[in-house]
DNA sequence: CTCCACTGGTATATATTTCATACCAGCATA
DNA sequence: TATGCTGGTATGAAATATATACCAGTGGAG
């Protein structure tokens, strides 16, 4: 009796020519070697660059154009036309291969992915944590403090104290995903550090968070930084249009 | 106005599914899944394990054949045909360019993440799953019951149970870091499934996971998957040359 | 031993992707 | 306006992948 209730999802997946290229287009406007307004070469000068048939090529601008960020005219040549805001949705998910573009990553699952990951490296930072990066934290509070009305200033100072710390779990995966999680949760909460008292907070829950990691104690630390991490939830949450 | 000095220059190239397929079984042979003489899983039983045709599977292994891996007969099931000689010359030579970015996360990092993120995912699945969800994992562990004296398929039905109880976490992010470091740890630990012992008691410990899913415990959940991985961890370090 | 359920081997038809080669229609400018 | 670009379209061919059959060799249960 062999039935097969194998439902694999993890299937081979053939990725197309146009959708590699599609892929590659995507990158370089990404990565701003393409702007908004750029030119981009010919159909047939594509196909010629990339070794293949114009028509693959008119697949793969296709399909950028389904994705908003192209704009093709007949008679003249293809301008990309891709504003911040589309490319920042383009960035926080990189996972958009499939059809379900616009869809992505909600803010729950962003901050429930935090919790666990920053709750992980707090611990181990606890562990691990040395002189030097006590003092590193202390000269990044001190830096906070000075910045309360100055949000970028503020931001950056924030995420090379997040990274800090992620430094000291010790594992280059956690720090990697940490750094991400930061990322996607930035590109959500970019209009909330604009105002005065979440600064403030954020700087106090700081300083908590060295007190327990300068005490050595892992669970004091993964309880600031949960605090943390929930207190930047909340805050971002209630300030979002739904 | 002239420009266009793009960075255009690399043709693309697709690989097909056959390709594709041929690649996976050599990656198993190469990492000792696959030994010489062993049989391989029936053409249509690959068919639908892959979810591709069996003509695509049949091409798949035309190709492994034609590189002297692999022995089919008319009737029987194909057998492996790897002497150290032949696997030699395809761990050095062949164009594998690919798993060099895993060699530099050691064991224990990837490992202590697997234990961060399935834990967190057990939780969650505790209190999301369903029944289909539960039908599902039952149907999961009676395939793998069936495969204790097959690694291929018991890795397979492996990577599709914890890939099913990811998704009950209803954490796109959850997911897709559970579904990589999964990959990585495989990467590390594909020579210890191929040992009886570990195969039958991972079965056990996924029994002991769905046991605490169907109660709906996050608590017990959580301990069973960690317990689960520990014991991964502890049988693949074990093993490990250094 | 025979039988038959399994195995691989084969044939057919169809859909998709990619390619090459045309030709048509819109745009810019000399 | 006329020419040479541009994108838009149509056609046929090849390669890949799928689905559905049926044929032929193996090996184990009865």
Avoid: W
Wanted: a negative charge.
């Amino acid at each position: 009796m062999k039935q097969t209730p194998f439902a694999f999802e993890k299937a081979l997946k053939n990725q197309t020519k146009k959708e590699i290229l599609a892929d590659k287009l995507i990158e370089m406007i990404l990565t701003g070697l393409l702007r908004d307004g750029d030119e981009l070469p010919s159909e047939r000068e594509l196909a010629q660059l990339f070794e293949v048939s114009r028509e693959t090529v008119r697949g793969g601008l296709a399909l950028l154009t389904g994705y908003g960020l192209l704009n093709v005219s007949h008679g003249s040549k293809s301008r990309v036309c891709a504003s911040e805001a589309v490319i920042d949705s383009f960035r926080n998910h990189p996972a958009r291969q499939q059809g379900d573009e616009l869809n992505n990553l909600d803010i729950e699952s962003v901050f429930e992915s935090r919790i666990v990951v920053e709750s992980a490296i707090a611990r181990r930072a606890a562990r691990h944590i040395d002189e030097a990066g006590l003092k590193k934290l202390d000269a990044l509070l001190e830096a906070q403090s000075q910045h309360f009305d100055s949000p970028v200033n503020f931001q950056l100072s924030d995420q090379n104290f997040h990274h800090v710390i992620a430094e000291y779990s010790r594992n280059e995966i956690l720090i990697r995903y940490a750094d991400e999680l930061y990322t996607y949760a930035l590109n959500i909460r970019r209009q909330v550090m604009a105002e005065h008292g979440s600064i403030k907070r954020s700087y106090e829950e700081h300083v908590r968070i060295v007190e327990a990691l300068r005490a050595g104690d892992p669970d004091a630390a993964e309880r600031a930084m949960l605090s943390h991490i929930d207190s930047v939830y909340y805050t971002t949450r209630d300030k979002m249009p739904h």
